[in-house]
């Protein structure tokens, strides 16, 4: 059981991802906030059916699935939808994600949240022991979206300008890993990271 519990987060094309993997290669568990939101809102589910009852039948595609870049789009043109589906969305990831951790084998858990800093922070997420977050620069953001997902630049901006500024994110974190250069120089940091919050679960259990 993990009671130590590591929130990571960072912006769109921040590297988290890779961070995730230099988390797990190191056998450490890593419940991830976009498999549980998928979960809360598989066929079937009361998640599900409440998103429908909110937003009509139209947002599901022919197979029953929530047609997610149909909803994508939806609340991305429109907050107050966006703020509907977060409000159907994030309790129940919050809730798979605090279990799954706890469950964890390990000295401790990473629950890895990109909108850690949008969905209420510690507020939101008072279990969490530390949060760490992945910092980059906003240009470099944007010139890895355009060359990741092939889209123009105003979407670069509007994708990034939809998140939580990196002045917000840092706000709340307890330690920060810089991921300006190349990807190799991440699984140092990692390192570091990982031998201190083995020490600090240990020092807490």
């Known amino acids: ?25 190191r056998g450490v568990a890593v419940a991830d906030a976009d498999a549980a939101a998928r979960e809360a809102l598989a066929p079937g589910s009361d998640g599900l059916a409440e998103v ?3 937003f009509g039948h139209d947002v599901l595609g022919a197979d029953g699935q929530l047609d997610r870049a149909a909803m994508r789009r939806r609340v991305f043109a429109d907050p107050g939808a966006r703020q509907r589906l977060e409000a159907i ?8 994600m605090a279990a799954a951790c706890r469950a964890a084998q390990g000295h401790y858990a990473v629950a890895s949240i990109p909108l850690l800093a949008e969905g209420g922070g510690r507020t939101a997420y008072p279990w969490l022991s530390r949060i760490l977050v992945v910092d980059v620069p906003v240009e470099a953001q944007r010139a890895r979206l355009l060359r990741r997902d092939g889209i123009d630049d105003a979407l670069a901006r509007a994708m990034i300008a939809a998140q939580a500024t990196r002045a917000q994110r840092l706000a ?18 990692v390192a570091a990271l990982d ?6 679960a240990a020092a807490a259990a």
Not at 10 to 20: L, N, P, Q, Y
Not at 89 to 96: D, F, Q, Y
Not at 173 to 189: S, T
């Open 52 to 54: 429908v009852a909110t």
């Open 1 to 25: 059981m993990s009671d130590y519990i590591i929130g990571l987060t960072g912006g769109v094309a921040s590297g988290k991802s890779t961070v995730e993997a230099c988390f797990r290669r």
């Open 172 to 189: 709340i974190a307890d330690d920060v890993l810089v991921n300006d250069g190349a990807l190799a120089a991440l699984d140092p940091q």
């Open 89 to 96: 969305v994030h309790p129940r990831v919050r809730s798979a």
């Open 195 to 200: 031998r201190l919050y083995r020490a600090l």
